[in-house]
């Protein structure tokens, strides 16, 4: 199997009133820290999903843009899926920093041909850090063209196909999926040495 990561960096961060992905953790750029969590699982392509022209974008990363009008997270996941040359692709939100290299390769560790991975953290899926398989890109693509743009639904689809197979999120890997939205949900300075992947 072979693997393609990429970073939804796509969204407004309207609630959190600036770029999620320039803000600092553990002294670092978000956006800096989680493309270093993903190259840490060496993957044979590392794309970041978002709009053309982002200004933290380290140059020669490939940016896969959403066909226009997005859809949400699904545009990138979709896109990202017609793209791909690898067997699966790993996808991470930009917005959960405390996701670590170990845990996604735990992920990854358990796809399997023609199937991907799709974490439960406390009775709700986790789309936004999975691993998709290549044979993901129908479900995704006709997604897109319907009235139903939750990737929450294509998850859904994909575990019904036999495409995808659920990990149940251990009580002590919960943490790892803390999802920042608004300022509120900002880690603890104190803390933020735990941030590290």
Request: glycine share 10%; net charge positive; with cysteine.
């Amino acid at each position: 199997m072979t693997l393609t990561t990429m970073l939804l960096a796509g969204g407004s961060s309207r609630r959190m009133r600036v770029d999620k992905a320039t803000l600092m953790i553990a002294g670092e750029p978000l956006w800096q820290r989680q493309l270093r969590v993903l190259s840490g699982l060496r993957p044979e392509t590392l794309w970041v999903s978002g709009q053309s022209g982002l200004r933290w974008c380290p140059i020669g990363t490939e940016i896969v843009t959403d066909k226009m009008p997005s859809r949400g997270p699904l545009s990138g996941v979709a896109e990202g899926l017609c793209l791909l040359k690898t067997s699966h692709l790993l996808v991470l939100a930009i917005d959960l920093p405390q996701m670590t290299t170990n845990h996604l390769r735990k992920l990854f560790g358990l796809a399997k041909p023609g199937k991907g991975v799709i974490p439960l953290n406390g009775g709700g899926l986790e789309p936004l850090c999975a691993v998709y398989p290549a044979e993901a890109a129908a479900a995704a693509g006709a997604a897109l063209n319907s009235s139903d743009v939750s990737l929450q639904s294509v998850a859904q689809l994909l575990l019904q196909q036999a495409r995808a197979r659920v990990y149940e999120v251990r009580p002590e890997e919960q943490a790892l999926y803390l999802n920042m939205n608004t300022p509120l949900d900002l880690p603890p300075k104190a803390g933020a040495s735990s941030l590290q992947p």
